[in-house]
Structures are given as structure tokens and as C-alpha cells.
């Protein structure tokens, strides 16, 4: 069975610059619909990185999900959004070329 069977989903996309340090273990950052305060996604990435490294990643979310933000959990287990990385979400808009039934 598929991960997005029995419900519909959309593709966000995580951008961002990874911090510079010595940290080599990786980090979960979770995306969080922050009006529902529910876990929607997540993505594993290194903590940090020996060099500058853009990232841009495309996660499956519910297409229920609406305000999104991305972070990870303090020992309280607060959520506390990062700010090297953004959730994009798909921009909605009209279908691009011919639409409907032609008039002749």
C-alpha cells in the first residue's frame, strides 16, 4: 500500500543553507501544520556541513496541512522552528494554455 493511499496529498518543497561547523550527526526536522499543531512531514539532514550547502528538498504532506513550519523538538518537547530552512508550499493559480471547449 502506498504512503499517500486513502488521502490527498501535496508536494512542499524545503529550501535552505545547512549551518558550517564540525557537527557530523544528522538531525530530524519535523514540519508542523502549526494551526493543528500536528506532525505533517519530516526530512533527516546533517547538523551541519564542513562547507556552504543549499538544499532543496520535495516532501509529501496532507493537502490539509495549511501553516507550515519546520524545526525540531526541545527536551520539553516545545517545537522550535529553525531558521535556515522555510517550507515553500505550490503556489495555486490558473492552468497555463487553452482551457475549455472551443467555440467554432
Not at 13 to 25: A, C, F, N, S
Not at 41 to 62: E, F, N, R
Not at 65 to 80: C, K, M, Q, V, Y
Amino acid at each position: 500500500m502506498s504512503y499517500t493511499a486513502g488521502f490527498a496529498v501535496m508536494e512542499v518543497t524545503i529550501r535552505g543553507v545547512l549551518p558550517i561547523g564540525d557537527i557530523t550527526e544528522n538531525e530530524t526536522y519535523f514540519i508542523l501544520d502549526t494551526a493543528k499543531s500536528a506532525i505533517v512531514g519530516q526530512v533527516v539532514l546533517p547538523k551541519a556541513v564542513k562547507q556552504s550547502l543549499a538544499v532543496a528538498l520535495t516532501v509529501k504532506i496532507p493537502s490539509t496541512a495549511r501553516s507550515l513550519a519546520i524545526g525540531t523538538f526541545d527536551g520539553g518537547g516545545n517545537f522550535e522552528a529553525v531558521s535556515f530552512l522555510r517550507v515553500e508550499t505550490p503556489a495555486v493559480g490558473h492552468p497555463g494554455g487553452a482551457v475549455g471547449p472551443s467555440g467554432r
